[in-house]
């Protein structure tokens, strides 16, 4: 599976948007990007995937770039309940997720 | 729904001591995956079923892990003689079939001392 490049940790401020940059320079045709995040003590919880287009639901945004090189996930209005470690993942959506370090975000009051 | 639950929630054991965790899957799922996650570390794929046999069991660490998935639905994992580098959260996670988005369960933390 492709590499993910992810900063270590971020802050937004509550209520602010929080923007969540990955890069995936090596992915493939094939590879999905996906995000999970995980809340202390908790097990990952899936966000948002996709191959090319952008993505919305629920919970966020998922920008990726035309050249499928990076990819933006978008918490529109970040609360305290946000704060968490977010997972970027590349994956051809076979077997095991492979995750990194992720980036822990801080939403501050 | 119900999501993927695991018991016990924690565990702890001795040294040289056998544990069993579980994992109860999504109904209707049929892929089951076991990671598991050290302290300020992702988690780590250990093996993963497609119905009852194990598609790939190459993150097992050594032969004192091993899992089961009698049929298809929950399974358990198991480890002989633990070691106190066994210590960890383990994972479980479950789709509805292979290659799709894999949902996770609270894991199970286990303390060898």
């Known amino acids: 599976d492709a590499k993910t490049t992810q900063p270590p940790s971020m802050d937004c401020a509550e209520g602010r948007a929080a923007n969540l940059p990955c890069n995936h320079s090596?992915?493939?045709?094939?590879?999905?990007v996906y995000w999970y995040r995980q809340i202390h003590s908790q097990g990952p919880q899936y966000i948002i995937h996709?191959?090319?287009n952008n993505e919305t639901n629920e919970m966020a945004s998922l920008i990726i770039t035309e050249d499928r090189k990076s990819s933006t996930l978008i918490l529109p209005h970040a609360t305290l309940r946000d704060t968490a470690v977010y997972y970027c993942?590349?994956?051809?959506?076979?077997?095991?997720?492979?995750f990194g370090s992720g980036t822990r975000l801080q939403v501050q009051p | 729904g119900a999501g993927v639950s695991q018991t016990p929630s924690n565990k702890v054991t001795e040294k040289g001591k056998y544990v069993e965790l579980r994992c109860d899957p999504i109904?209707?799922?049929?892929?089951l995956y076991w990671y598991r996650q050290s302290l300020g570390q992702g988690p780590e794929f250990l093996i993963y079923f497609q119905g009852t046999g194990a598609a790939d069991d190459s993150g097992l660490p050594n032969d004192r892990f091993f899992a089961v998935r009698p049929e298809g639905s929950v399974s358990t994992l198991k480890i002989q003689r633990t070691e106190r580098g066994d210590s960890a959260v383990y994972l479980c996670a479950s789709s509805s079939t292979e290659g799709k988005t894999q949902y996770f369960g609270p894991g199970t933390r286990l303390l060898v001392l």
């Open positions: 090596t992915i493939s045709g094939n590879e999905y």
């Open positions: 993942i590349v994956t051809p959506g076979r077997r095991a997720l492979t």
């Open positions: 109904s209707g799922h049929t892929a």
């Open positions: 996709g191959l090319k």
